[in-house]
C-alpha cells in the first residue's frame, strides 16, 4: 500500500515538512533534551513535535518527514521500557526500506563505564540507514560518566540547526512523498509470509525450551514463516513486548515445566501478565497463541507416568492468556513435548505445520478493510458533499443553532460533544458549521474545552480532520437587558474573530479548510440578520473554499498524516486540561484519584514502583564515621508485588528522600509553615471538573510527602524552573535570572557538582524573600527526584521474600562552591554580595538517607530490573572482583552458589578495603564462605564437612593497611595470580565479573590484558563475548 503523506500545497498556504522529536528515557534526561531542543528550535522558527516512544506505532512513526530521535542506553545495552516496541520495528529486517524519503539524525546518551556504551544509538542509527531513511546530521554521543551536558551542547553547535534547516527545506522541495506501508503494521495473517512472535522460559537445570524453540524457528523459516520476534521471558521487558505485539499476531510460548511447576521465567510471565494486563487487554488485536509446555524425562516410563500431571502446571499460563483476550490456536496443535525421550526434529515440524495451517485459515478481510480505510483517511475521494451540519459548543451556541436550522434547509444540528463527531463529518464530506460561544471577549467553557481537546488529538484523528471544511460561527453571549454590552460587541467584532482564532488554526494545521466566518449575538439579531449569516455561510462553501492562510507564524509545521487506520480509532481521545495545583484546608481529605496519567518518564516511575516495608538495617564497617562520609549500611526490605521473583545480581531503583532540615527551609518561600505540611494537595484541570491533568507524582498526597519524596531539594533550580519563575520574581533576582538564562556557560556552572548547592540555598544566594514563589508555580516545575539505583547483594534463591542492599555513603569535600558563586557573580548572574553558608562536606542525598536517616518500618519506592550481573549458565571458573560496596553482587552469588546443586567449577573472590578491622564489609560471612585450604594454595580443595563453603578462594587487598604494611589494590591481587587466572579464562572459558568504581574496573582490565594472550584485544573480545562484565560507577 502506498500513500500520500503531505498534503499538497494550497494557493496562499505556507506549509513545511513535519519535524518530529522522538525520545527513549528512562531517568528523564533523554526526554529533558528533547523538550529543550523543541523550545530552542522554535526560537529559530522551527516548529517541532516531542513524542515518548511509549506511544509509538510503525504508522505514525512512517509518516513523519523529519524525525530527530534521542534514545538512552539501559542496563546491558538494552533500550529503554519506554522504547521496546520502537527498537523491536526498527531491528525487523522485513521493515527495510519504509522509510526512504525520510530525513533523520540521532542523537545517543550512555555512559562509558557499561561495555556496550551507547549501544542504543548506533543500533538506532544503523537501521534507520538500513531502513532506508538518509542521516541529514551526524550521530551525537552522550557519555553520562563525564559531561553528558556538554556533550550535547557540542553536538548542536556543531552544524545542528544549519543541517535541521537544509533537512526541513528538502523535504519541503520534494513535496509528498510514496511510502509504503511497514511490514510490521500489517494486521493480515493469512498462510504467507506469516510474522511468527515466539516467547521462550528456560529453566535454569536441565531446561531444554530455548533449544526447542530454536528448532521451530528453523522450521518455521523453512515454511516460508517470519521470525519476527525472539524474546526470552527472563527478560523483564517480556510482558511489555507482549503488549505491544502487532494487530493478529500469531504468538508461541515454549517454556520448560517439571512436577514442581513452571520454570522460574515463565511463572515470572504469569505474574507481570496478572500485574501489567488488564482482562481482555488484547482483545481488539485478535492476537492468536499457542503454548508448548516441555518436559525433560529420562525414559520413557516417567515420561507416560508425569505427562498430565506437567501439562497441569502449564494451565494457569493459558488461562492468563484467555484472560488478557487472546485466542488459542487450534486445539490439534501440540501443546506438550517430552525433550528427554520424543524426537525434537519431527514434533517441531508438526508443530510448525498446523501453526501454518491454522493461519491459513484466518480471513484477511480486516486487513483489506483496514487498507481501504487507510486509502480513504490519506487519499482524495469523490465522495459529493452532504448536507450542511451545524455543531454548537454552548448554551446560547445551541440556541443560535437551533435558530439556523429554520432558516437553512438541509441543515442538521448536533452538540459538539466529541471530537468523533467532527471526523466523522469530515469523512462524510459534510460542511460543517462550528457555532462556538464566547462571553465578555473570551471563550466559553464548552469553547475551551472544545480547544483543550483539539491540542491533544492523536495522530491518527488528525488524518481524518484533513477533509475537514468548516465555517466559524461565533456567538456573542451578552446579557438581553444591556444595550451598552451588546454595542461593546458590535464595536469589537474583529476582537470576537481572534477569540476563535486558536480553534481555527489547529484545525487548519491538521489540514482542514476554514471557508467563511461570521458573527452573532441572539440578543441583537433578527431573521434578517440571520439570513445574511446564513449567506456569508454558504457562500463560502459554494465558492470552492479555497483554504485560508494560517493565522500562526509562517514556519508552522502541518502535522503528518499517518499511515494507520481511522478504524482503530473507536471512542473519543482523552484530553487532558492544564495542570493547576489545589490545596484543601486544615483537616479536609481530598477524594481519591482513579486511572491518573503521569505526566513524563520521571512521574510513570512514581506510580509504576512499589511501596515496600523495610526490615532490616545494620552498620557493615567495623569502625564507621558518618560525620567523615565514612558509613555502608547493609538494608534489608520486603519483596512483595513485582519485585518477587528479582534477579541475581539484579539493580533496584529507590526514590531517597530529601533531609527534613531542606524540606523546613523552603516552606517559607512558598508562603507555607510546617503546620501546613499535612495539607492534601492534587492537581485538577484548569478547564474544569471535565477535565482530567496529567499528575507530575501520585497525588492525593499530603505537602510533606510531596516535598520529602518528588522534589528534588538537594540541588538548585534547573533551567525550565528558572524561565518559569523568572518573570515572576521581583528586583536584583528578577534582573539576575535573565542573565544567567542567556548565559550557556553560568548554566552549566548552576548544574555543576562543584557548586554543592541546595535548592532553598540557590534562592536565599537571589536574595528572594519569603512568599515570593508560589507553590502552584513549583511543584509544577521544580526537579523531581530521580531513582538511584543499587545492586542487589542477596540471592532469590535464598531470601525469594527479602531484597538486600550494601550502600556506601557518598560524600566529598567542598573545594571549589565558593569559586563557582564567585563566578556567578562576576558574570551578574548572582547579586554580587551572594556566599553559601560555610559547609565543609557535601553529602549524597540518596546514601545519607540509607545509612542515616532511614529506620526500619519505614517504606520506600522501589522496583527492579535484571542486570548482566548473573552466574554462568555453564559450570565454568568464576572470578569476581569488588572493592568496597561493589562486593554487594557477590554476596548474592556466594548465597546461591552454596544452595546450588551442580557446581564443580572454582570459585574465586578478589575483595578490595581501605583495613582489615575498620572497613571490611561482610567479613565473617565471606571468610565463612571459603573452602578451607593451605594459606595461599591455589588448587581445587576438597569440600569439608559442615556447610557448603561455595568459594574457592578468597584474596584481599587492603590499601591502607596500617603502619609497617604495604598497601595494595584488588588489581595487584588479579596480577600476583596471573598464571592461575589466565588458564581458568582461556583453557576453561571462566567468566570474569568486576563491580566498583571506574578506577578499580579499568585498573582490572589493564593488568588482565598484561595477563592474556592478545593483550587489549583479547579483553575487548572477552567483553564482547559477556565473559567480561563490569558494572562500574564514578
Request: proline share 6%; glycine share 8%.
Amino acid at each position: 500500500l502506498v500513500v500520500n503523506l503531505i498534503p499538497s500545497l494550497q494557493a496562499g498556504v505556507m506549509a513545511a515538512p513535519p519535524v518530529q522529536i522522538f525520545f527513549g528515557s528512562q531517568s528523564g534526561t533523554a526526554e529533558g533534551f528533547s523538550d529543550e531542543l523543541r523550545d530552542e528550535a522554535a526560537e529559530r522558527g522551527i516548529l517541532c513535535q516531542v513524542v515518548d516512544l511509549a506511544s509509538f506505532t510503525p504508522e505514525d512513526f512512517a509518516a513523519c518527514s523529519v524525525a530527530i530521535i534521542i534514545v538512552s542506553t539501559y542496563g546491558d545495552g538494552e533500550p529503554t521500557d519506554n522504547a521496546v516496541a520502537f527498537h523491536n520495528w526498527v531491528s525487523n529486517p522485513c521493515n527495510d526500506g519504509v522509510l526512504k524519503g525520510q530525513r533523520y539524525c540521532v542523537m545517543g546518551l550512555g555512559d562509558m563505564n557499561y561495555s556496550k556504551f551507547n549501544n542504543m544509538g548506533s543500533m538506532t542509527d544503523a537501521s534507520m540507514e538500513r531502513l532506508g531513511a538518509t542521516r541529514f546530521y551526524k550521530r551525537g554521543v552522550g557519555d553520562d560518566s563525564q559531561d553528558i551536558v556538554e556533550d550535547w551542547m557540542k553536538w548542536k553547535a556543531a552544524g545542528f540547526w544549519d543541517a535541521l534547516r537544509q533537512a526541513v527545506a528538502d523535504a519541503q522541495r520534494e513535496g509528498p512523498r510514496a511510502v509504503a506501508r511497514p511490514a510490521a503494521a500489517d494486521i493480515a495473517m493469512g498462510p504467507k509470509n506469516t510474522n511468527v512472535h515466539f516467547f521462550f522460559g528456560q529453566s535454569e537445570e536441565d531446561g531444554a525450551a530455548s533449544d526447542i524453540c530454536e528448532a521451530l524457528q528453523e522450521c518455521s523459516q523453512k515454511e516460508g514463516m517470519t521470525v519476527a520476534t525472539t524474546q526470552s521471558l527472563e527478560d523483564r521487558k517480556a510482558v511489555k513486548v507482549l503488549d505491544k505485539l502487532p494487530r493478529a499476531a500469531v504468538v508461541v510460548v515454549v517454556v520448560d515445566a517439571t512436577l514442581d511447576g513452571l520454570c522460574r521465567p515463565a511463572q515470572k510471565l504469569l505474574r507481570m501478565m496478572k500485574l501489567e494486563l488488564d482482562a481482555n487487554s488484547l482483545t481488539s488485536k485478535s492476537i492468536h497463541f499457542a503454548l508448548l509446555t516441555v518436559a525433560t524425562s529420562k525414559c520413557n516410563n516417567s515420561a507416560s507416568a508425569f505427562r498430565d500431571s506437567i501439562k497441569k502446571t502449564a494451565q494457569p499460563l493459558f488461562e492468563a492468556f484467555l484472560r488478557a483476550g487472546a485466542k488459542p490456536v487450534d486445539e490439534s496443535i501440540l501443546s506438550y513435548l517430552d525433550a528427554g525421550v520424543e524426537n525434537v526434529e519431527q514434533k517441531s515440524a508438526e508443530f510448525i505445520s498446523a501453526l501454518k495451517r491454522h493461519a491459513a485459515t484466518v480471513s484477511p478481510t480486516a486487513a483489506q478493510a483496514s487498507s481501504s480505510a487507510v486509502t480513504a483517511a490519506t487519499q482524495p475521494t469523490t465522495v459529493p458533499a452532504c448536507a450542511t451540519r451545524i455543531l454548537w459548543t454552548g448554551s446560547e451556541a445551541r440556541e443560535a443553532a437551533d435558530a439556523l436550522l429554520g432558516l437553512w434547509p438541509g441543515a442538521t444540528c448536533d452538540q459538539m460533544s466529541s471530537l468523533k463527531i467532527l471526523a466523522g463529518a469530515a469523512q462524510k464530506r459534510e460542511q460543517v458549521v462550528l457555532a462556538v460561544e464566547c462571553a465578555e471577549r473570551s471563550l466559553g467553557d464548552d469553547a475551551v474545552g472544545l480547544l483543550t481537546m483539539l491540542r491533544a488529538v492523536p495522530l491518527p484523528l488528525q488524518a481524518q480532520l484533513r477533509q475537514l471544511r468548516f465555517a466559524m460561527l461565533v456567538v456573542a453571549a451578552t446579557d438581553a437587558g444591556n444595550a451598552g454590552e451588546r454595542a461593546s460587541t458590535n464595536s469589537t467584532r474583529g476582537e470576537l474573530t481572534q477569540v476563535v482564532a486558536p480553534i481555527e488554526q489547529v484545525l487548519v494545521r491538521f489540514g482542514g479548510t476554514c471557508v467563511a466566518s461570521s458573527i452573532v449575538d441572539l440578543q441583537d439579531t433578527d431573521g434578517g440578520k440571520l439570513e445574511k449569516a446564513i449567506v456569508a455561510l454558504q457562500g463560502g462553501f459554494t465558492d470552492g473554499g479555497a483554504p485560508n492562510p494560517p493565522a500562526i507564524a509562517k514556519t508552522t509545521v502541518p502535522i503528518p498524516v499517518p499511515l494507520s487506520s481511522p478504524a482503530v480509532v473507536s471512542t473519543a481521545p482523552q484530553a487532558y486540561g492544564t495542570p493547576q495545583l489545589k490545596i484543601a484546608a486544615v483537616g479536609e481529605r481530598l477524594p481519591a484519584k482513579s486511572g491518573s496519567v503521569a505526566s513524563d518518564v520521571v512521574a510513570r516511575f512514581y506510580f509504576d514502583a512499589e511501596k515496600v516495608r523495610v526490615l532490616k538495617i545494620r552498620e557493615l564497617r567495623q569502625q564507621p564515621n558518618a560525620e567523615a562520609g565514612l558509613a555502608t549500611a547493609e538494608v534489608e526490605m520486603e519483596a512483595t508485588g513485582s519485585l518477587r521473583g528479582y534477579g541475581l545480581g539484579g539493580t533496584l531503583s529507590l526514590v531517597p528522600e530529601n533531609d527534613p532540615d531542606d524540606m523546613t527551609a523552603m516552606l517559607p518561600l512558598l508562603g507555607l509553615t510546617p503546620s501546613d505540611l499535612d495539607r492534601s494537595i492534587t492537581f485538577v484541570a484548569a478547564e474544569g471538573n471535565d477535565m482530567k491533568a496529567k499528575q507530575p507524582f501520585p497525588t492525593p498526597c499530603t505537602l510533606r510527602t510531596a516535598l520529602t519524596c518528588y522534589c528534588d531539594l538537594g540541588k538548585p533550580p534547573n533551567k525550565k524552573m528558572l524561565q518559569a519563575l523568572q518573570p515572576k520574581l521581583q528586583g536584583d533576582a528578577r534582573n539576575c535570572v535573565e542573565r544567567l538564562l542567556a548565559n550557556a556557560e553560568a548554566l552549566k556552572l548552576l548544574q555543576s557538582p562543584a557548586l554543592c548547592c541546595r535548592m532553598h540555598e540557590w534562592w536565599a544566594l537571589l536574595g528572594v524573600v519569603p512568599g515570593s514563589i508560589s507553590a502552584h508555580d513549583f511543584f509544577l516545575t521544580c526537579p523531581r527526584q530521580k531513582p538511584r539505583e543499587f545492586t542487589i547483594a542477596s540471592s532469590p534463591k535464598a531470601t525469594p521474600d527479602r531484597i538486600t542492599l550494601c550502600v556506601s555513603m557518598t560524600s566529598q569535600q567542598v573545594l571549589e562552591a565558593h569559586d563557582v558563586v564567585q563566578q556567578l557573580c562576576e558574570s551578574g548572574c548572582l547579586p554580587k554580595d551572594a556566599a553559601l553558608p560555610n559547609r565543609d562536606r557535601f553529602f549524597g542525598m540518596c546514601s545519607r538517607w540509607l545509612t542515616s536517616r532511614l529506620k526500619v518500618g519505614d517504606t520506600v519506592l522501589a522496583k527492579q530490573r535484571p542486570s548482566p550481573l548473573h552466574l554462568p549458565e555453564k559450570d565454568v571458573p568464576i572470578i569476581m572482583v569488588g572493592a568496597g560496596a561493589g562486593v554487594a553482587p557477590f554476596r548474592g552469588f556466594w548465597e546461591e552458589l552454596r544452595i546450588s546443586k551442580q557446581v564443580s567449577a572454582p570459585a574465586a573472590l578478589f575483595f578490595g578495603c581501605r583495613h582489615p578491622e575498620q572497613d571490611w564489609l561482610y567479613k565473617e560471612e565471606m571468610t565463612a564462605a571459603v573452602k578451607l585450604a593451605a594459606p595461599g594454595s591455589l588448587a581445587l580443595a576438597r569440600m569439608q564437612k559442615g556447610p557448603k563453603r561455595p568459594l574457592q578462594h578468597l584474596h584481599t587487598a587492603f590499601s591502607r593497611p596500617g603502619e609497617g604494611q604495604q598497601g595494595k589494590y584488588v588489581q595487584d591481587e588479579i596480577r600476583a595470580q596471573g598464571q592461575t587466572l589466565k588458564i581458568w579464562i582461556e583453557k576453561c572459558h571462566g567468566v570474569i565479573f568486576l563491580c566498583g568504581s571506574s578506577a578499580m574496573g579499568n585498573g582490572v582490565l589493564e593488568v588482565l590484558s598484561e595477563i592474556l594472550d592478545g593483550g587489549c584485544e583479547a579483553v575487548k573480545a572477552l567483553r564482547k563475548e559477556n565473559r567480561i562484565v563490569a558494572e562500574m560507577w564514578g
